[in-house]
């Protein structure tokens, strides 16, 4: 089945400055890629997902880049506030008609100092 | 919209007991899929139901089942509890219409169990 990567589990980061937390996956029949964000005592949130078909996508200041010849994801959070302050998540799905099933990594606890 | 709600939100039960979790999706949702959150093992697929039937399953025991009503809301039972149950089981409801909306999985906020 699908095995997902996710690096580092820990980053802390200046306010200000940018912040990449990177994914592997396993099954290059994964075709869907969401990106979620989980703060403490809350349920997971999406902020930003990629279809196999797009390389990146942009979203104010969360970006997600895709290589699929790699098999590895990843998201770039620019001009870190904060409230950026959470567990991210990442997954990969193979969405297939009515089906899916989320394969998430590991998370990665992103600390954001002032 | 009213967002995905689970009841009850916290349950502590004792070895060898039972429990059965609800989940109610969005409105219009049909797919519900399941999630174990432990420190540990981090989120784990359990299994998802679109229209009353299972479209996939994770690897867990068969003490963990589910099933789906003809209204789209889901039940979790998991059977003869173990320590290692306890944990945030999360339901999830999603989309199956429409090339914009379909993939996203929207997360309720978890049932916290508690097996002593």
């Known amino acids: 089945g699908e095995n997902v990567e996710q690096h580092p589990s820990t980053l802390s980061v200046q306010e200000g400055d940018s912040a990449v937390i990177k994914c592997t996956y396993s099954?290059?029949?994964?075709?869907?890629f969401p990106w979620y964000k989980q703060e403490l005592g809350k349920r997971p949130q999406l902020i930003i997902d990629i279809r196999s078909n797009v390389g990146e996508k942009k979203d104010q200041r969360i970006a997600v880049t895709l290589n699929k010849t790699a098999k590895h994801f990843s998201l770039h959070i620019t001009e870190t506030q904060p409230e950026d302050s959470a567990v991210y998540f990442c997954a990969a799905s193979i969405i297939a008609g009515t089906a899916s099933k989320l394969t998430f990594g590991t998370g990665t606890r992103l600390q954001v100092t002032l | 919209k009213a967002g995905v709600t689970q009841t009850p939100r916290y349950l502590i039960k004792t070895r060898g007991q039972q429990v059965t979790l609800s989940c109610s999706p969005i409105?219009?949702?049909?797919?519900v899929s399941w999630y174990q959150q432990t420190p540990g093992q981090g989120l784990q697929f359990l299994f998802e139901?679109?229209?009353?039937?299972?479209?996939n399953k994770g690897n867990f025991p068969g003490r963990f089942s589910g099933r789906q009503f003809s209204n789209s809301r889901s039940e979790m039972n998991v059977s003869t509890l173990e320590l290692g149950d306890s944990a945030l089981y999360l339901c999830a409801s999603r989309g199956t219409g429409g090339p914009l909306s379909y993939n996203e999985q929207f997360f309720g906020p978890g049932t916290r169990l508690t097996v002593l």
């Open positions: 139901y679109f229209s009353e039937t299972q479209r």
């Open positions: 409105s219009g949702h049909r797919s």
């Open positions: 099954d290059s029949a994964s075709n869907y």
